[in-house]
RNA sequence: AACCCGGUGGUGUAAUCGGUAACACAAGAGGUUUUGGUCCUCUCGUUCCAGGUUCAAGUCCUGGCCGGGUUACCA
């Protein structure tokens, strides 16, 4: 009733789904009622374009006060497996979703999407096609030319029940006959061209078992186990829309619930590939390591890299919904990771690449404990202490002994702080014998204990840094995009697509310096590392006694750009 | 080549279903700052083109152009 609401509601635009679903509440179709449902084979792994799928799904179910079902649409009985059954469950959970009761699959329909295939049979809407896969393929014609007529498409219905019976019982040979629907072979819709609706596959499947060995394609059992289930919406993606009418003549042969199928575009992000044959054939090939490599678009990917599950969601929301097949900026998803994060998470310091700095003014065998913020966002988040003495290690590139204009970190001579601690000049560069830098001796201000001068001098940069000693040692693993090119798909002729990936979007560095707080952070935690991005525990490589920690993204760097930007003239 | 679907700043979306282009990201410029982070300000579009209807078109019509999908017993 207040305008105010009303305002705002109206303010929050539908996509066009969204907006077919309201107007057939509005109407009154299905008795206003609205259901969904998430339908993934079990042959892979989820990605986040799934998760697109499944927030749209899962988020109108929810919006509309309806409901969305899981169904897993296992019809091909050589390529699915149990494995990805239980994966996939998992990841649709993490992602923040829950379907309750309502965990289907389409193989539970078997015996009712037969009897229905019967019904087609009997009304002379479907025959059994004796031709060899071959001259199926031939006989349907080509984009341009107009399919011709099987020799057995006038089969009588005893013949075709007789015949489809004895497909059921076995007796059939694999890919000696198929059902047929009987539509139109000269359809400029190569899907109506007579379309197979079962076929004979003597395979084991993960969960009928050996009790068929016909098994109905996708196009027969999708629209009917959508209409078993009472879906109102049925959503997916755009390469299904020249599948529309037939999902509509299918349902439309038989007196049962008629569902909507709509679609629409699937993700596509730069930097990466999405495709499952694409993702399987990177982990297959080694060029990571494994489903759940940090590096890749899928959800276990993300998952273990550290990004949280409402970022995702956001994420899916600000992309919208639409039919137009373009490319999202990997960029979006980074700056939502970016944004959550900024908000939860508790600082702390590390240094990856470690300098060290001994302090020649600061007592020997002495020690104190800092007062760091844990998180300037929020206040509520307190504070933490962490130890300091007079050896330490700060970033080797917060250091230079030539410093170009604009570089406001250490260099011979100069005065930088040290978060939360001190101010510190550099008064020597220590450097081995062949002329590397080795340690730097500075000298600090005991009076600009915490950070601050009383003098009221001011210097130009802060910079992280940790105890020598009263630090703990870690692995870190930063990444990048995986592909060096936007489009990887995009290859020069003769080149491949695995060109693109790039060679640097793995680099371990071993030896780096955490504070020593980080010893004991549970898997699963976020923090973020001062200056350098948001980290977690590598849930499957750290142990208490060889900590791995993962970046799961870096913090915007300004000066990083400002130097590729000067280096490239 | 036939059919289907699309086309709004660099990118992704929006525009109260004809009323005079908005938001986010990216990029660039500047300000604040004990993270070169965050935050704040500013810059960046003849709505693919050409006609037409209309007082009025990103929205409607026609024709082009460009892009995607489709020729598995995959989904």
């Not at 700056?335 to 020997?364: C, F, G, S």
């Not at 995986?482 to 979007?505: H, I």
């Amino acid at each position: 009733m207040p305008a105010e609401e009303k305002d705002e509601e109206a303010l929050r635009s539908l996509d066009f789904i969204r907006q077919i679903v309201a107007d057939d509440v509005a109407a009154g179709k299905h008795g206003g009622r609205v259901q969904t449902r998430f339908p993934p084979e079990p042959n892979g792994y989820l990605h986040i374009g799934h998760a697109k799928s499944i927030c749209l799904n899962f988020g109108i179910a929810r919006e509309f006060g309806g409901l969305c079902n899981l169904r897993f649409d296992d019809t091909n009985p050589v390529v699915e497996e149990e494995e990805y059954v239980k994966a996939i469950q998992e990841d649709i959970r993490w992602l923040g979703f829950d379907w309750d009761d309502r965990l289907f699959y389409a193989s539970d329909y078997f015996e009712t999407l037969h009897g229905y295939a019967v019904d087609l049979i009997r009304q002379g809407k479907a025959y059994v096609d004796s031709q060899s896969p071959e001259e199926i393929r031939e006989t349907r014609g080509s984009l341009t030319r107009p399919g011709t007529p099987s020799p057995f498409r006038d089969r009588t219905v005893e013949e075709n029940l007789d015949l489809f019976a004895r497909m059921r019982e076995g007796k059939m040979e694999e890919g000696s006959c198929v059902l047929r629907a009987k539509i139109d072979m000269a359809s400029p819709n190569m899907n109506l061209r007579d379309p197979v609706l079962y076929r004979i596959k003597k395979a084991t499947h993960h969960r009928t078992g050996d009790t068929w060995c016909i098994y109905p394609t996708y196009d027969f059992a999708h629209g009917y186990s959508d209409s078993i289930e009472g879906i109102t919406h049925s959503l997916c993606t755009l390469e299904f829309e020249n599948h529309r009418p037939l999902y509509d003549w299918l349902l439309q042969q038989l007196p049962i619930h008629q569902p909507r199928q709509i679609e629409f575009a699937r993700l596509n992000l730069t930097h990466t590939v999405m495709s499952k044959r694409k993702l399987l054939e990177l982990v297959k090939d080694g060029h990571v390591s494994g489903w759940d490599d940090p590096r890749l678009p899928t959800l276990r990917g993300m998952r273990r890299r550290g990004y949280p599950p409402e970022a995702l969601r956001r994420f899916c929301e600000i992309i919208g919904v639409t039919k137009f097949d373009g490319v999202t900026d990997i960029a979006l998803l980074e700056h939502v990771i970016r944004e959550q994060l900024n908000e939860e998470t508790p600082r702390r310091l590390a240094v990856l690449d470690p300098l060290k700095v001994i302090l020649t003014n600061y007592p020997e065998g002495e020690h104190e404990e800092l007062e760091c913020i844990n998180n300037p966002q929020n206040p509520d988040a307190g504070t933490r202490k962490v130890p300091f003495s007079r050896e330490l290690y700060i970033e080797r590139s917060d250091f230079l002994e030539a410093p170009p204009k604009k570089f406001f970190r250490l260099a011979p001579g100069r005065e930088v702080r040290l978060r939360y601690a001190y101010f510190i000049t550099c008064q020597n560069v220590v450097k081995d014998s062949s002329g590397n830098v080795v340690a730097l001796e500075c000298t600090y201000d005991p009076a600009t204990r915490g950070g601050d001068a009383p003098d009221g001098r001011k210097v130009k940069g802060t910079i992280h840094w940790v105890d020598a000693t009263a630090s703990v040692e870690a692995e870190v693993r930063l990444f990048e995009h995986l592909f060096a090119a936007e489009k990887p798909e995009e290859v020069p002729d003769g080149g491949d697509w695995k060109d693109n990936l790039n060679p640097a979007s793995l680099v371990v560095r071993h030896g780096c310096r955490l504070e020593p707080s980080l010893a004991d952070l549970a898997a699963g935690e976020r923090v973020q590392f001062e200056r350098l991005g948001y980290f977690t525990p590598d849930p499957v490589d750290s142990r208490p006694d060889r900590l791995v920690f993962l970046r799961t993204v870096a913090l915007k760097d300004k000066w990083a750009r400002m130097q590729k930007k000067g280096g490239r003239g």
